[in-house]
């Protein structure tokens, strides 16, 4: 499998409709992992990772609210789609209640279900970005990516040491909030000496000079407290 395909669990218990979706949604690019029934579409959920849900509600053996209840304990954050029959409003109200992103009724089309899985997979990835989710930040027109300790900015990247990867996360956490100067020592240099400060002091300086580029990004000092990452929108 490409590793750059969104893997998609799909739980539909009309063999027929599963196929058509699966051929559809793989020739789309998806790689589609196709369930007949929810205790089938938990157990792949359990064995496999996924970047998003289509669960059918009226299934066999477990429906589709029960299965995302359960993929909801194993993963908070996945995005999940139900497919239903059914139109009535306490069924949708109870579908987000238990944590969907989108809900469309049968009839459908192929074009307004994959508009809808892009724009829930577009919203994930944005909030993955901005919320430091898998240690991704979104910084500005910069990605930092703190696992491959990587700045990137129009396709160029900007390769970090583990101290400044370390010390831009920290500020990440704290964007537009004070990173107090003892936190940062004690998390990155394990202690708070007098040389340990100079040198984060040269980090902080380098840090800016990454990040100069973009006029809305800022690193600023606060006096006697400890510094401080800006994000103008």
């Known amino acids: 499998m490409d ?102 009724t049968k009839p459908f089309s192929m074009e307004e279900l994959l508009m809808r899985m892009q724009a829930i997979l577009r919203r994930t990835d944005e909030n993955l970005k901005s919320s430091g989710s898998d240690n991704m930040y979104k910084i500005g027109n910069y990605y930092f990516d703190f696992n491959r300790q990587t700045l990137i900015k129009d396709k160029k990247e900007q390769k970090l040491t583990s101290k400044e990867a370390g010390l831009l996360k920290l500020l990440c956490v704290h964007a537009n909030n004070v990173l107090d100067r003892h936190t940062a020592l004690k998390t990155i240099w394990n202690a708070d000496s007098y040389f340990n400060a100079r040198s984060m002091d040269v980090y902080i300086v380098k840090l800016r000079k990454y990040l100069k580029d973009d006029p809305r990004v800022e690193l600023l000092n606060v006096h006697g407290i400890g510094f401080k990452l800006v994000m103008n929108t």
């Open 3 to 104: 590793k750059n395909q969104t893997r998609l669990l799909l739980a539909e218990d009309d063999r027929n409709l599963g196929n058509i979706l699966k051929n559809y949604l793989d020739a789309k690019g998806f790689a589609t992992t196709l369930c007949i029934n929810g205790q089938e579409a938990t157990d792949s959920f359990s064995k496999k990772e996924f970047d998003i849900c289509i669960l059918d509600i009226m299934m066999p053996v477990k429906d589709g609210f029960a299965a995302a209840i359960e993929i909801r304990s194993l993963n908070k954050k996945v995005p999940i789609l139900f497919l239903t029959a059914k139109s009535l409003q306490e069924d949708k109200l109870k579908g987000f209640e238990i944590g969907a992103d989108d809900y469309i």
